[in-house]
């Protein structure tokens, strides 16, 4: 390939984020393009990309500005607009930096929108807001304090809701606080659970001096906004690998700020890792944050995190399984005759007894339901025929805290009553 451009002296990538990548149509030439994003602001550049032996337009070209302010306003107003009478709607974003890697993450909100900054610490959250809230509408201000002491430690975050007005920010604020652009909060959850997966510390040992947890401001945390504000403390169920200590288990998962209590079972006699813990949060928030972040990610290599929600949501729904359960129903008399017996299997191991007892008991006329001891296989009893078919029905397949479950009808033991289910 080869490209035309008016300099090749410019760098780039100073500032960082000046440069627009477009794709459009292969008719637009370099005085389209400039013409269509100079009202944006100064233009140092456009790169159109041709074919390197015919030539030929390829449909892709940069265009390079002074200020990334500028470069951001071009891609919320033209992306997705027509250039000139070509009907082909055109696709203008923040183009990689050449020095990156192709490591940028823009699909992660908070690459252009948020601001790191040095601030005097007697500072609180207003101070630092009345700073920048000239610029822009501001999705959260985040002082970061001491974790024990709550004292500002002279350094904090703003994140706007658009990129522009963050960039406009950027160029123009007191100096004094020195303003950069923040890292992606996906690169660093990545890197810092990276160093947890090759960290091998004694428990305890700090992992990062710089990793703290106010690092994670509770307002950036994405949430359901039926449970965004409670502060209830919330599980998370996680499979892991057996390899895994509780040690490393902690250092992994305390990334996320907020977390009370890790619980990796065990196998009774062994002493083995059962290759699943539970998690505990002191609020719905982190839970939500750590199962977002954490759910999929290889710890060790090769073995992917299962990460899913071990409680109730604010309503009383479960949030720990795939199915889509009837409300809660009261169990039936434990002396009531048994209608139908299923039998149940858990890969690769059994939810508590108690998450099974809610589950099969919302398709109502549950008598019991029970594991065998280290097993991963058990049954359930039902005092009506109708409510086991729909409780085939509604979890064979599923997955209750990540656990893929197999149910279906069983033979009934010898000794029930002849009321109950003849043998099939």
Request: aromatic share 8%; glycine share 6%; charged share 25%.
């Amino acid at each position: 390939m080869d490209t035309s451009s008016n300099s090749g002296r410019i760098d780039v990538d100073n500032p960082p984020f000046s440069r627009v990548f477009i794709v459009c149509s292969k008719r637009h030439n370099a005085e389209d393009i400039r013409s269509a994003f100079e009202q944006y602001g100064t233009i140092e550049d456009v790169w159109v990309v041709k074919d390197k032996a015919t030539k030929e337009n390829r449909g892709v070209c940069y265009v390079k500005f002074v200020k990334a302010s500028s470069a951001a306003l071009a891609c919320e107003e033209m992306d997705g607009r027509q250039i000139g009478d070509d009907p082909k709607p055109i696709k203008a974003m923040i183009a990689q930096s050449k020095h990156s890697g192709g490591k940028s993450d823009f699909q992660d909100q908070t690459t252009m929108t948020r601001l790191f900054v040095i601030c005097p610490k007697d500072f609180n959250d207003e101070d630092l807001r009345s700073k920048f809230e000239s610029f822009g509408d501001i999705e959260y201000v985040q002082i970061v304090r001491d974790h024990k002491t709550r004292e500002n430690k002279g350094y904090g975050y703003v994140k706007f809701h658009k990129s522009s007005t963050a960039a406009m920010a950027l160029e123009n604020c007191d100096k004094s606080l020195k303003a950069v652009w923040a890292e992606p909060k996906s690169h660093k959850i990545a890197r810092d659970a990276a160093a947890v997966a090759s960290a091998t510390p004694a428990f305890g040992v700090p992992l990062n001096p710089f990793l703290e947890p106010a690092m994670f401001p509770a307002a950036a945390i994405p949430q359901p906004t039926s449970i965004a504000n409670s502060h209830t403390p919330m599980r998370l169920f996680v499979i892991i690998s057996t390899a895994v200590t509780q040690e490393q288990v902690v250092r992994l998962f305390d990334i996320i700020p907020g977390m009370q209590v890790c619980d990796l079972k065990r196998n009774y006699n062994t002493g083995e890792s059962k290759g699943f813990a539970y998690v505990t949060y002191n609020s719905v928030g982190s839970a939500i944050y750590a199962k977002e972040k954490l759910n999929g990610f290889e710890y060790p290599p090769g073995n992917k995190l299962v990460v899913n929600m071990a409680g109730f949501s604010i309503d009383g729904s479960p949030v720990y399984t795939t199915a889509a359960l009837p409300a809660p129903a009261p169990l039936a008399d434990q002396n009531a005759d048994v209608a139908s017996r299923l039998f149940i299997v858990c890969n690769p191991a059994p939810p508590p007894d108690h998450v099974l007892k809610d589950v099969f008991s919302r398709f109502g006329n549950l008598i019991d339901v029970w594991m065998m001891k280290e097993r991963n296989f058990g049954y359930a009893k039902f005092a009506a025929k109708q409510s086991a078919d729909a409780a085939i029905q509604g979890l064979h397949g599923h997955d209750v805290l990540g656990m893929k479950l197999k149910v279906m009808l069983a033979d009934p033991p010898r000794n029930e009553s002849s009321r109950k289910r003849p043998r099939t």
